[in-house]
Every structure is written in C-alpha cells, then in structure tokens.
T-cell receptor, first 115, second 116 residues
Framework: AQKITQTQPGMFVQEKEAVTLDCTYDTSDPSYGLFWYKQPSSGEMIFLIYQGSYDQQNATEGRYSLNFQKARKSANLVISASQLGDSAMYFCAMREFNTGNQFYFGTGTSLTVIP | GAVVSQHPSWVICKSGTSVKIECRSLDFQATTMFWYRQFPKQSLMLMATSNEGSKATYEQGVEKDKFLINHASLTLSTLTVTSAHPEDSSFYIC????????????FGAGSRLTVL
C-alpha cells in the first residue's frame, strides 16, 4: 500500500484565493511526522510545515496551515491568499519514527496560481 | 537554519564515464543522508540511505555497484554514477536531517545529470 497518497495531479487557484492540497497517509506506527515541501521549477525542495502525530493542534506557518485529521489519516495543506510565487509542485511526506526513520513522499500536486 | 550544499548543479557527460556528486551539510553534522532520484514531473524516489562510517543501505531495485555512495565524514556524502548511460540521466537530490524523529529533512539544490 502507498504510504502517502496525493490524489490531485494538478490544481489551479485564483490569486488571493485559498487552496487545499490533499494528502492521505497510511501507517501503523503511532509515532510519526507529516511534512509538506514545495518544489519550484528550479528543483530545490523547500520545507513548508510540519505536523507531529501527537500534536493536539493543527500546525500553521504564515499562510500555510495543515488540516490534520488523524482518524481519517489525512494531512491537507491549506494555502491562504495565494500568490503567483506559490505556483510549484507540492509534496506531502511522512516519517515513521519507530520504523527506520525514512521519509516517504507522495506523487505531488502541481499548483498553478492564476492572476 | 540547516543548509545542505550539493555540487555540481548541472553535469553533462559522455556515456561510459563516471560522475561524482557531492552533498555537504554546512552547519550541522549529519550521521545520515538520503539520496533521491527524480524523473520529470514525478515524485522523489529514495535510492539509498547513507550512513557515516558504514555501508549505505540501498532500496530495492537500485544497483549498488552502479550508484556508489560514500559517507566518509559527518558532513559529506558522495554519490558516484559509474559507467553512466543515457538512462541514468535524471535529477539527483541529496538530503540530510540533523537527527531522527521530528527533525526536518533539508535538501540540497539537486544535480541534473545528462548523459550523452
């Protein structure tokens, strides 16, 4: 089974609007972390936000927030007030803390912000 | 914050030659580094986990004799693509974490390899 599933290959959003990028995960490890990365066309991977499996509150970092629904095993990224510079690939990732500490990445979502 | 430097950014080589890519953690010690390969418009595929002072752990399907990984110090890991062929052309990204658990994985800028 896929560890991380991103079902949206591509998304479009109007500038200044909010957008939600979906991510579901699969693990039996009770201790894990969920990460979102942004990859612009230049290729670098930029860390955006982190959510721990035991964190009680949803993580927020500026315009980024993570909608963490543990029972549903989902960790959607919400970008508010989209900017043209937000156009990029977005990857959801998970790290299982008790099982090898590897990072598992989803297939990514390509976000295009329309002026 | 943690910085990972990867060099070279671009490399073009002839078929049959070997290419070395370096990955350095600039301001932290990384006992573990990860090497990924990424095809256009696809996700990152973990190739191997590089452990300082010991042999790398390769993922299933990755030829360890083809992709030599050396992690000789706490700040440097190298990936050597031996006898490169056009099908080895890809984007290779290294990453490192300051520790296990919740520590963020910091990526290098990637190396785009083109084999002619």
């Amino acid at each position: 089974a896929q560890k991380i599933t991103q079902t949206q290959p591509g998304m479009f959003v109007q500038e200044k609007e909010a957008v939600t990028l979906d991510c579901t995960y699969d693990t039996s490890d009770p201790s894990y972390g969920l990460f979102w990365y942004k990859q612009p066309s230049s290729g670098e991977m930029i860390f955006l936000i982190y959510q721990g499996s035991y964190d009680q509150q949803n993580a927020t970092e500026g315009r980024y927030s993570l909608n963490f629904q543990k029972a549903r095993k989902s960790a959607n990224l919400v970008i508010s007030a989209s900017q043209l510079g937000d156009s990029a690939m977005y990857f959801c990732a998970m790290r299982e803390f008790n099982t090898g500490n590897q990072f598992y990445f989803g297939t990514g979502t390509s976000l295009t912000v329309i002026p | 914050g943690a910085v990972v430097s990867q060099h070279p950014s671009w490399v073009i080589c002839k078929s049959g030659t070997s290419v070395k890519i370096e990955c350095r953690s600039l301001d932290f010690q990384a006992t573990t580094m990860f090497w990924y390969r990424q095809f256009p418009k696809q996700s990152l595929m973990l190739m191997a986990t590089s452990n300082e002072g010991s042999k790398a752990t390769y993922e299933q399907g990755v030829e360890k004799d083809k992709f030599l990984i050396n992690h000789a110090s706490l700040t440097l890991s190298t990936l050597t693509v031996t006898s490169a062929h056009p099908e080895d052309s890809s984007f290779y990204i290294c990453s490192a974490s300051q520790g296990s658990g919740a520590n963020v994985l910091t990526f290098g800028a990637g190396s785009r390899l083109t084999v002619l």
